[in-house]
């Protein structure tokens, strides 16, 4: 009729996306800005409590590996290093697991209204990301207070929470998909993760891992990321993630990986998202 | 807006709207929907668990397969407001699934002009632990506002509501009442071209109820396309221009609502004589539903009663055939179909002791005191012969829907009369 009359368009059904990728963005922030809000403005105590937890935990790492096995007598800085290294991989263990069941607990906007599926994980991992912003605050004025830096490397940090974004956003996505059909992907999980905390060098730095199994250690994803943070926030003089792993060449696997397990959970998810009203 | 009584009356001009409709003719075609099909595989046995996955891995995973829709297909006209009808598991609601994103269509097509925001329920996404300003933000941008849009517009969304003072209130501490109003508010004020909506009609208050009313009525003339899915005839005949009737995810008619209504009461019926094993060549029903509605003590039809206002149940029937020691049951159900109130009664001036004859017809009237709580009810309404209340002539579920509305809220689905005495027990106290 009018000339203002729209068009009749194909309607796409659910995905990923759904929606425009404008709308995604915003409903990921909101979400993320809500969650983040809920738990720090609803109590008083609750930043201190989300930090409390990281650093309660920090507190018993560092008892038992300076006082009982002596793990970080000869790493310098050993204290702050183990403090960074705690709250980056908390970070990845939080948001991956509240990611994890995050389909399954807003089971009614994903039946009930037309909604880019991939927005609640992500909004997961980005409401940890606040999180994790605020926790390096407080990390850096205890890395200061512990006399170490300023380093002008101090300003990649961006450079080394950016793989580190990435990855858990990867692997949140492909565990909130799974969690939809698989709902003991909980537990396999929480194991798994476990594990991942020993195959980083959260505690422990590479050089002192024998010679025949640092290829594992170095398959993980996480691994130059970790060792990359002590290089340029705690110790400069000690190796970058090239010179510790023996070259560019042994990087590669890990590298690989990061970029397959990308891959997987643009498939994965994509595969999953418009089937996910039905199988909850 | 009165419901035609007589199936004779389809060719005598409908409601005021009557202009309306034939201009709709003309109107571009809005939502375009051909062949669609939707099959559900509903796992036999459903394996949950990677575990059994892994344990078992070639075993064969067995479905059921639920044809949900077959081969749907219809055009609604920019402007109108389009009836869904259907009895529970026709794939009504599937199928505003499918044409909301929700569900991803198996074959066919469904295309839109404009922007289209499902209704499947009031106020998801409602997060408990957020003001109600910002789950009105939040919950505009999922209906496709930008963020700053939905701010402006959470304004009027309040105002609508008439919860101005509770704005930056956690929704965990609003009661029932005001967060339908609040969910509701949000809907109105969603500005797409399209809007389908699943029985949300009714909810709130009296005033609450009229400016609802008001509302969708508005809507209506603005222009909007509506689709709507309900098994509330009542509703259907009142606002849609057209309605659709559903069976086995099939299209059985679309048209006049009227039309349509009838049909879906005479459908109910043939799917019980299937049900029942009827004898073939009986399949026509010996008694015919020409009317049923609701009134209020007003004397006015209605499907929303205030809590404890008398209700009183009307039906127009004709016997078709004889049905010998007719009794004629009405049955109350809550949305969850359970019975609350069951009406027997038998035709009070026949010597046999009910028979009703051939060619009859016949009125019945139920007065009813409303002790019902809150809520959604629905109708059942039935017919057996020779006095024998199993054998079911005619049975008409979910015939009706209404509404109770009130704030004195209840556990129970139904109130009564009573006396309690609290007294202190005279105790020994030192």
């Excluded at chain 2, 005033?207 to 969708?216: G, I």
Aim: charged share 20%; proline share 5%.
């Amino acid at each position: 009729m009018s000339a203002i009359e729209p068009e009749l368009r194909p309607v796409s059904g659910p995905s990923a996306l759904a929606g425009g990728t404008r709308r995604f963005w915003d409903l990921t922030w909101l979400i993320a800005v809500n969650k983040f809000r809920v738990t720090y403005l609803g109590t008083v105590l609750g930043y201190l409590w989300s930090l409390l937890r990281p650093l309660l935990l920090f507190g018993v790492l560092l008892f038992v590996f300076t006082q009982i096995i002596k793990l970080g007598k000869h790493v310098q800085d050993y204290p702050v290093l183990l403090l960074i290294d705690v709250m980056l991989f908390n970070f990845f263990q939080e948001a991956t697991q509240s990611a994890l069941t995050s389909v399954v607990q807003e089971e009614g906007v994903v039946r009930k209204t037309q909604f880019p599926r991939l927005a609640i994980p992500l909004a997961s991992v980005l409401a940890g990301t606040f999180n994790l912003g605020v926790s390096l605050v407080a990390v850096f004025v205890f890395i200061l207070g512990f006399g170490v830096g300023p380093y002008w490397t101090w300003l990649l940090l961006p450079a080394l929470l950016a793989p580190l974004l990435t990855f858990t956003c990867a692997v949140a996505a492909i565990l909130s998909a799974l969690y939809v059909r698989f709902r003991d992907m909980a537990v396999i999980w929480s194991v798994l993760s476990q594990a991942l905390f020993y195959a980083t060098p959260v505690l422990y730095t590479v050089d002192i891992v024998p010679q025949q199994f640092r290829w594992v250690i170095l398959l993980n994803p996480l691994t130059p990321i970790f060792i990359q943070v002590r290089h340029w926030i705690i110790d400069p003089s000690a190796p970058g993630a090239i010179d510790a792993a023996g070259g560019a060449l042994h990087l590669v696997p890990a590298a690989t990986l990061f970029v397959v397990i990308c891959i997987l959970a643009v498939w994965v998810f994509n595969r999953e998202a418009p089937r996910m009203a039905e199988e909850l | 807006m009165a419901l035609e009584t007589r199936p004779d009356a389809d060719t005598a001009p409908r409601r005021g709207a009557g202009d309306r409709a034939t201009d709709l003719d003309a109107a571009p075609v809005a939502i375009e929907v051909r062949g669609l099909e939707k099959v559900f595989r509903i796992p036999a046995q459903r394996i949950s668990r990677l575990k059994e996955r892994l344990v078992r891995p070639l075993a064969r995973q067995e479905y059921r397969r639920l044809h949900a829709l077959r081969d749907v297909s219809f055009d609604v006209r920019s402007g109108e407001f389009f009836g869904i009808v259907g009895r529970n598991g026709s794939g009504k609601s599937s199928l505003l699934k499918v044409m909301a994103s929700i569900y991803r269509a198996d074959a066919g097509s469904v295309r839109m002009a404009g922007s289209v925001a499902p209704f499947i329920e009031l106020g998801v996404g409602f997060d408990p632990e957020l003001s109600a300003r910002d789950n009105v933000v939040l919950n505009a941008v999922m209906m496709g506002m930008t963020p700053s849009e939905a701010r402006r517009r959470l304004g009027a969304v309040i105002e609508f509501a008439e919860l101005e003072e509770f704005v930056d209130l956690k929704l965990k501490n609003y009661s029932s009442g005001m967060l339908v109003r609040l969910a509701f508010a949000v809907m109105v004020q969603a500005d797409t071209d399209i809007l389908l909506i699943d029985e949300v009609l009714a909810v709130g208050d009296a005033a609450f109820q009229q400016k609802c009313a008001d509302v969708f009525q508005g809507m209506r003339k603005e222009g909007k396309t509506i689709v709507l899915v309900t098994h509330d005839m009542t509703a259907v005949e009142k606002y849609c221009h057209r309605a659709m009737l559903l069976s086995d995810g099939r299209v059985v008619e679309i048209g006049d609502p009227g039309q349509v209504a009838r049909r879906y009461l005479r459908l109910n019926f043939e799917r019980h004589h299937e049900q029942a094993g009827q004898p073939s060549g009986d399949d026509s029903a010996p008694v015919r539903v020409l009317d049923i509605w609701l009134e209020g003590r007003d004397g006015q039809r209605r499907t929303s009663f205030e809590q404890d206002e008398s209700i009183r149940i009307c039906a127009e029937l004709e016997a078709l055939r004889g049905v010998p020691g007719a009794q004629f049951g009405f049955v109350v159900a809550t949305a969850d179909d359970i019975a609350v109130h069951e009406f027997v009664g038998q035709l009070s001036d026949s010597p046999g002791g009910g028979d009703m004859e051939a060619g009859r017809k016949a009125s019945i009237t139920v007065d009813l005191q409303n002790r019902l709580a809150p809520g959604r009810y629905y109708i059942h309404f039935g017919v057996t012969r020779d006095r024998n209340r199993k054998d079911v002539v005619l049975h008409l579920p979910h015939l009706l829907g209404f509404l109770v509305y009130g704030d004195q809220v209840s556990t129970a689905v139904v109130g009564t009369d009573y006396e309690m005495q609290i007294s202190p027990e005279p105790g020994e106290e030192g």
